[in-house]
């Protein structure tokens, strides 16, 4: 079974402009989460999407948003990018959300200048 | 809102010491989760705890979850190389579904 998938890998993107991560969960699974993670940092909650709806949502801006498709599918935008917006941003995957394992994304690595 | 605070946050070894990280939440939780984060990699499923007092054992890592369901903590036994990485804990709270992670500890292990 294809693991959890992730493009682009890496994205340089300048402040100001914005940017659309994807994420691919494992087949059969319906819930996807977004982290991001900063050198030093855990991981820090975005969103998690469920059945195309969102579940729950951390303490980042509105600038950050997401979505997810029909086919579980996600996707996450970030506007007006801002230097601190640089980080390692991973997509975990489980089959209903909840206390269930998840599986990570190898995740898209991104800098702003 | 809930917190998970895991402690230490580096830790150094000598190949053949024990290791172990601690993980603390501000609040009751339903379940804690470990995963291990190799250098360059991203987050794998350890385990997960979901009873009072709980300790399972996978070769030579064990992890408890305390009586009060709001701290547990990793022990590794005999550390290799290949224990390297950076350890977190990540727990739902009672009242919600999200997956609150701590903050990692990072184990280096010299030969």
């Known amino acids: 079974k294809a693991g959890v998938t992730q493009t682009p890998r890496y994205l340089i993107k300048t402040r100001g402009q914005q940017v659309t991560l994807s994420c691919s969960p494992i087949s059969g699974h319906r819930s996807v989460s977004w982290y991001q993670q900063t050198p030093g940092q855990g991981l820090q909650f975005l969103f998690e999407?469920?059945?195309?709806?969102?579940?729950n949502k951390g303490n980042f801006p509105g600038r950050f948003s997401g979505r997810q498709f029909s086919n579980s599918r996600s996707e996450m935008n970030v506007s007006t990018l801002e230097l601190g917006d640089s980080a390692l941003y991973l997509c975990?995957?489980?089959?209903?959300?909840?206390?269930?394992?998840?599986?990570f994304g190898p995740g898209t690595r991104l800098t702003v200048l | 809102g809930q917190q998970v605070m895991q402690i230490p946050q580096y830790q150094h070894v000598q190949e053949g010491e024990d290791f172990t990280t601690y993980c603390n939440s501000s609040t009751t939780l339903s379940n804690i989760q470990w995963y291990k984060q190799r250098p360059g990699g991203h987050p794998v499923f350890l385990i997960q705890l979901v009873k009072s007092g709980e300790v399972k054992k996978q070769k030579r890592l064990t992890f408890q979850f305390g009586e009060a369901k709001k701290n547990s903590s990793l022990h590794i036994t005999a550390t290799q190389t290949t224990d390297v990485g950076t350890y977190f804990c990540?727990?739902?709270?009672?009242?919600?579904?999200?997956?609150?992670f701590g903050e990692g500890t990072q184990l280096t292990v010299n030969p």
């Open positions: 999407y469920f059945s195309e709806t969102q579940r």
């Open positions: 975990a995957s489980s089959r209903s959300g909840g206390p269930t394992e998840q599986f």
């Open positions: 990540a727990g739902h709270s009672t009242s919600g579904s999200r997956l609150t």
